[in-house]
């Protein structure tokens, strides 16, 4: 049945080469019980792992059922392996982690047996071993000799026609050395081959069929104690050995437990990496989409020249006034109309029907309502601007992170630039003004000369505090309203100094009148004496076009609030559709308030924003994903070393490297996906946390709209996916490396 042909093996090393097989020329047959008699370093181990498909010779040949092995592919080694060989070694080699039952259930996993049908097999194995009462022991609990069985009953699982063990007795009292050789020599008369290595003459006397004495590496003698009946048996079979998924899950499983300590190290940390790849991953999802939402209207508004900055209008834009403008930026007929209607109603006070009214026209984005003082503090002129909410929410950010006017009676902010103005120019330390009070004079409103109107005399003072000079220079703003003639108050506070004016018959409006081509006045109009004002001005030929010689400073949609007037500030767009408007509202740009309508423009700044923090936030991210995903793969590579023995075992059963290397994916895996579980129920309140964190800290949302920021479920899915991924498929590295070591690696302890 096995026939060994002039085998040899040669181990070439280094310096030397050592010859452990020299020239064997064997013949087994089924029901032979042989035992091959020899010193240590006889070569024994090396002629068992030849014959066991652990070792390949390194000539002569090995003939099994007529069948040459010298032709066999791997994938027929590993089914020989399984199928054609049962291994029993001397230190039996168990895997701890793995009950007795599991230990032989683990041979038949190989073999796609259903699991009742590895059950039923596996209590048959060990019933046959006298094990089945010890089956949901583990092997730590058993006793050397009870080991020895179940590795018996395991090297039987697949039904095997020859048993080869490696000293099977070396580790046992002489007592249990009897029961095992017994059983081995049962299964000799079952008509097995079996095969045993050992150096006890005594024992191989009393129980083998054969003795084979080794010296050397060569066969010194060969003789039969009794002649055993030969009997035909069918060919040996080869069926595919495959370990089965759940086999592999349950050794990874397993083996994860028993590891405990760098099981939980790589688990817990891996759960913040993850949170942190939902989070981040949450983030960059939505900051895409938004950019791709948002940074079409932002082109589009930029680059149309159909946009009025009615604000901002250059001196030739003065000729315009709002109905024009109204006009120019309206689409439809019915809009025109609604603008000559509106013109009636322009220089009454603006109610906020009025206001509506332009809003509808179609092409107006937004009204906003900014607010701007001129003021005199000690004789120098600044621009008082009334930080918006909003405005000074993302103030916060550059006001030492976290300051901003809480409080209306705080006060006045002045930039760096501004305390110097009014220290001197080299003063080095503008800082000193912070805490003292000083006269502050109002002296126009929006462009509305305060002091023209003999009614606010002396109320325009006000005596006030420097509640903080700061450098908006030094740090990233969005906002371009630094020069040097810029203080700050908050809204607040700005709409305090507004309501002291108690001046309840006056609804100013200014033009500008022209004296020459250098020098303008400013005129307010109340509406007591706007006709008085109009009257004169219409006998003038400039007036014939009605409103066109108005020629406003700043814009002329207004709206009364307090008694005062409010500007506000029209952008306009017609290009704008609804879907676009929609998506500005969407992502928060787009406000309707009491008071105003606004839409947060800061285009460009935004974009680039986005793009410094995609860049940011997606190398943060592979970091995050690489460290742990490394630290997986390097703790399972580590422990390779102290899995050779499981390892050893697994092949020697039959496992292929693919199996090993499922067995090692497959812990990663659990390890990822349980990490992953535990991540993305503590990531939700985290995210939320983070969220409010990062929206008051940094105001995004003031720069991007809310919607950045929201939880994106297929974002969170797809990020925690991607990490689980990378993890496990990490796994499959120490895999490799595991599954490439050799066999033979075990059995040389003997
Ligand atoms: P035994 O099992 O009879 O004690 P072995 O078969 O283990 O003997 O070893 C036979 C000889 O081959 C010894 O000299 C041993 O050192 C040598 N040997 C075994 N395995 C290797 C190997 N992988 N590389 C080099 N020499 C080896
Ligand atoms: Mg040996």
Not at 82 to 108: E, P, R, W, Y
Not at 113 to 125: D, G, Y
Not at 431 to 449: K, Y
Not at 741 to 750: D, E, G, I, N
Request: net charge neutral; aromatic share 10%; charged share 25%.
């Amino acid at each position: 049945m096995l026939e060994l042909k002039n085998l040899n093996k040669i181990y070439q090393m280094k310096k030397r080469h050592v010859h452990a097989v020299k020239n064997v020329n064997l013949t087994f047959e089924r029901g032979e019980f042989v035992s091959i008699l020899g010193l240590s370093g006889s070569g024994k181990t090396t002629l068992v792992s030849m014959l066991g498909g652990m070792e390949e010779p390194s000539y002569g040949d090995m003939i099994i059922d007529g069948i040459d092995t010298k032709d066999f592919s791997k994938s027929q080694w590993t089914d020989y392996r399984k199928n054609t060989i049962g291994f029993v070694f001397q230190d039996f080699n168990l895997i701890d982690h793995l009950s007795a039952i599991d230990n032989v259930k683990l041979a038949l996993s190989l073999s796609g047996k259903s699991e009742e049908e590895k059950e039923k097999r596996a209590e048959e194995l060990l019933n046959q071993v006298g094990m089945l009462a010890y089956k949901d022991k583990f092997p730590k609990r058993l006793s050397g000799g009870q080991q020895q069985r179940v590795a018996i009953a395991r090297a039987l699982a697949n039904n095997p026609e020859i048993i080869l063990a490696d000293e099977p007795t070396g580790a046992l009292d002489p007592d249990t050395a009897d029961q095992i050789l017994t059983l081995l020599q049962d299964l000799a008369k079952d008509n097995h081959l079996v095969i045993m290595v050992t150096h006890d003459k005594y024992l191989a006397n009393d129980y083998s069929s054969r003795i084979v004495k080794i010296d050397n590496g060569e066969v010194v003698s060969d003789y039969k104690i009794e002649e055993r009946k030969k009997v035909e048996l069918p060919a040996i079979k080869m069926d595919k050995s495959k370990l089965e998924i759940a086999a592999a899950f349950k050794i990874s499983k397993n083996n994860l437990k028993i590891r405990k300590r760098s099981s939980y190290f790589a688990f817990y940390s891996l759960i913040p990496a993850m949170i942190l790849v939902v989070i981040l991953g949450n983030f960059i999802f939505n900051l895409i989409s938004y950019k791709n939402d948002i940074a079409p209207i932002y082109n589009n508004i930029i680059n149309s020249d159909k946009v009025h900055y009615l604000t901002n209008l250059t001196d030739k834009e003065f000729e315009w006034d709002l109905k024009n403008i109204l006009i120019s930026i309206s689409k439809k007929r019915q809009d025109e109309e609604k603008v000559r209607d509106l013109e009636q109603k322009l220089f009454q006070p603006f109610s906020i029907d009025v206001l509506n009214e332009i809003r509808s026209i179609e092409g107006v984005v937004a009204v906003f309502e900014p607010n701007y003082y001129d003021v005199t503090i000690e004789g120098e002129h600044f621009i008082l601007v009334g930080l918006l909410p909003e405005a000074y929410k993302a103030y916060q950010y550059d006001f030492d992170f976290n300051y901003y006017p809480k409080d209306h009676e705080e006060g006045l902010i002045l930039s760096t630039e501004a305390a110097r103005v009014l220290l001197g120019k080299y003063n080095n330390h503008p800082e000193q003004l912070e805490g003292e009070h000083v006269d502050l004079v109002i002296d126009t409103f929006n462009s509305l000369p305060i002091h023209l109107n003999t009614k606010l005399e002396g109320k325009n003072v006000f005596n006030t505090q420097i509640i903080k000079v700061f450098d908006p220079k030094a740090k990233t703003t969005l906002m371009a309203n630094y020069y040097k003639g810029y203080i700050y108050a908050s809204y607040g506070y700005i709409n305090e100094i507004r309501n002291s004016f108690t001046v309840d018959d006056i609804s100013l409006i200014t033009y500008k009148e022209l004296k020459t081509d250098h020098e303008t006045r400013y005129i307010p109009v109340g509406t007591d004496n706007l006709s008085d004002l109009l009257a004169p001005l219409r006998t003038k030929t400039m007036l014939q076009d009605d409103m066109a010689m108005f020629t406003f400073k700043t814009y002329s949609a207004e709206v009364p609030s307090s008694n005062f007037m409010t500007k506000y500030k029209i952008i306009s767009d017609r290009v704008l559709n609804d879907e676009q408007l929609n998506k500005l509202k969407r992502y928060g740009h787009y406000e309707s308030s009491q008071y105003s309508d606004y839409a947060i423009y800061s285009a460009k700044e935004t974009y680039d924003y986005i793009e410094t923090l995609l860049k940011y936030s997606s190398i943060v991210v592979g970091i995050i994903v690489a460290l742990p995903s490394i630290l997986v793969a390097l703790i399972l590579y580590i422990s390779i070393i102290l899995r050779t023995k499981e390892i050893g075992v697994l092949k020697s059963i039959g496992a292929k490297s693919k199996d090993i290397v499922s067995i090692f994916t497959f812990e990663s895996g659990v390890l990822a996906v349980s990490a992953g579980i535990v991540a993305i129920i503590l990531s939700f309140p985290l995210l939320n946390y983070v969220r409010e964190r990062i929206e008051n800290l940094y105001h995004l949302t003031y720069y991007l709209g809310s919607n950045p920021l929201d939880n994106n479920y297929y974002a969170i899915g797809f990020s925690l996916l991607a990490i689980v991924g990378v993890i496990t498929m990490l796994g499959i590295l120490p895999g490799i490396k595991a599954s490439r070591l050799h066999p033979r690696v075990l059995l040389r302890k003997a």
